[in-house]
């Protein structure tokens, strides 16, 4: 509520679980600007514990012109089409 008061007053109408490995198809979260003023952060596939503090800094520094010097946040576009070869966490399945 010190950072965001307006969203004390939103009440949460919906929620959606998927499985472990049903969110992301890639391994890797979505996290990045679906339209103009409008973020995403989600589809940890279980991860969220562990990556999303990382990333919620880097997405905010993204968010305000700071690109990070290690990480391409462009590899959790919500609107990137997965690649094979990026499929680190399907490929591990028999």
Request: proline fraction near 6%.
């Amino acid at each position: 509520q010190v950072r965001a008061p307006i969203f004390s007053e939103v009440g949460i109408r919906t929620t959606t679980s998927a499985p472990f490995d049903a969110t992301g198809g890639d391994g890797h979260a979505y996290a990045g600007e679906i339209e103009q003023g409008l973020w995403v952060f989600a589809g940890f596939d279980g991860h969220g514990t562990m990556q999303g503090p990382a990333l919620a800094e880097i997405l905010a520094n993204h968010m305000g012109g700071k690109s990070d010097p290690i990480i391409d946040v462009n590899m959790f576009d919500p609107h990137r089409k997965p690649m094979s070869k990026e499929e680190w966490i399907r490929a591990a399945k028999a």
